[in-house]
């Protein structure tokens, strides 16, 4: 096949439409109308073959499924509703049009569980597949879950039990949750590189620590120690002063910004870190 007949394929299953998306596939850019109520969150995100994935252990519909999951786990993590998303790839030797088929194939059905609509992408090749998803959420005016909202005396939660991707099936992007957080939750983020690196980030921003008091939920099979710092878990992370939908790990303090200690044990950040791991 020629990379035209892909993409016409492509164009083909990607079926989910989005209001506000005048123009999607097909031209040299998509066009994008946003209503005067809303504002946009974006987020673009990396996959790539031997850092977050092996080819030969991986099939590729659960790849293709797996490299949007990232990507709107970050929109849920803002409270946002996906609208539309941009997807590119570069092949490798080792993959063809097939595999290229299957791992769109896998993606699109996500995207359509979901109602998000693909709006364009690129398509090219390299020594190793890269595939890099941008996502386009909305959320109401002034409504994003932001890191920076924490306060002291608000209780942590976390959306399901943690232990990183060794231990889990499948990423499930918890928007629904994220969306029901709004104008609740006082801080989010998606735990993509481990509770205690993503956990800090958090308290960072929010210029706050924060001390973990109750036992932690450990997907079963995973250490605490997996619990703590594995990367790729995907679920949410967030802070509230009222009582909220989820699993209460702790409590947001006064301290040196960003200090985490875990039953009274100084936690440091030991999760993923792309400079630190290559
Ligand atoms: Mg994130």
Redesign the pocket.
Known sequence: VTEDELIARIRRLATSRTRGLELGIGDDCAIFRPSAREELVF?TDLFLEDIHFRLAESDAAALGRRALARSL??IA?MGARPRFFLFSLALSPRTDAGWVEKFYRGALALAKSVKVALAGGDLSHSGRVVCDVMVCGSVARGKALRRDGARPDDVIYVSGPLGGWQHRGEIEPRLELGRRLVGKATAA??I?DGLST?LRRLCVASGVAAELDRPLPVVEGASLDEALHAGEDYELLYTAGRHVPGIPIGRIVRGRRGKITFMGLNVPPRGYDHLRHR
Do not use: C, K, V
């Open positions: 987020t786990s970050d993590a983020i998606d993509s993503d």
